[in-house]
């Protein structure tokens, strides 16, 4: 099945600054790479995502790439706000165990900390 | 928000007794998930439905069944809880293929196995 690693696992910047965070992925298969944000006590939340036939995405200050020949994607977040803190999972949807499906596997999240 | 609800939001209980988590959908998508949520792990995908009493493995069933017999609600029971399933609980639809669109993410059930 799919293997995804999320690095680094806790990120501080300061306010207005760039973070970036990266993921790499196993199933050279995978074709669809999310990206969720959660807020402490709450599900995780949509905010981005690219497919594999796309090489960048953006929307307003956040934006996503893929390199689908290493294998490995990342979140990009510019002019960060204290309001972008929280933790980021992103994801690869990739093969199924032993069923042939195809589902999501997730990071393991970072925690962004952007300080005022 | 989407129109997801589960119940309940928090539970303590004893090693070997048996537990049932809902999650209650208004939106009357076709596919839901249920995830365990460990630090270090992520999320990690325990059963899925597509559809009604249409229900497969994830990563991480063993000790977990599911059961879904109308659109809306999809149930995970654990028959006999182990102190290993102490975790937060997260419910999980999309409209369509698996994981090919956005899911949508339920509040969560934080679960104490004692």
């Known amino acids: 099945g799919e293997n995804v690693e999320q690095h680094p696992s806790t990120l501080s910047v300061q306010e207005g600054d760039s973070a970036v965070i990266k993921c790499t992925y196993s199933?050279?298969?995978?074709?669809?790479f999310p990206w969720y944000k959660q807020e402490l006590g709450k599900g995780p939340q949509l905010i981005i995502d690219?497919?594999?036939?796309?090489g960048e995405k953006k929307d307003q200050r956040i934006a996503v790439t893929l390199n689908k020949t290493a294998k490995h994607f990342s979140l990009h977040i510019t002019e960060t706000q204290p309001e972008d803190s929280a933790v980021y999972f992103c994801?690869?949807?990739?093969?199924?165990?032993?069923?042939?499906?195809?589902?999501?596997?997730f990071g393991s999240g970072t925690r962004l900390q952007v300080q005022p | 928000d989407a129109g997801i609800t589960q119940s309940p939001r928090h539970k303590v209980t004893e090693t070997g007794t048996p537990v049932t988590l809902r999650c209650h959908q208004t939106?009357?998508?076709?596919?839901m998930y249920w995830y365990r949520q460990d630090p270090g792990h992520g999320l990690r995908l325990i059963h899925y439905?597509?559809?009604?009493?249409?229900?497969d493995k994830g990563e991480v069933s063993d000790g977990y069944s599911v059961s879904r017999s109308k659109t809306e609600d999809f149930l995970l029971t654990l028959e006999s809880a182990t102190s290993s399933q102490t975790s937060v609980y997260f419910c999980?639809?999309?409209?369509?293929?698996?994981?090919?669109?956005?899911?949508?993410f339920g509040p969560g059930t934080r679960l104490t196995v004692l």
């Open positions: 999980a639809i999309s409209e369509s293929e698996l994981g090919y669109n956005e899911q949508f």
């Open positions: 199933d050279s298969a995978s074709n669809y």
């Open positions: 690219i497919r594999s036939n796309v």
């Open positions: 994801a690869a949807r990739g093969g199924l165990w032993d069923t042939g499906r195809r589902a999501l596997t």
């Open positions: 939106e009357n998508h076709r596919y």
């Open positions: 439905s597509y559809g009604v009493k249409d229900t």
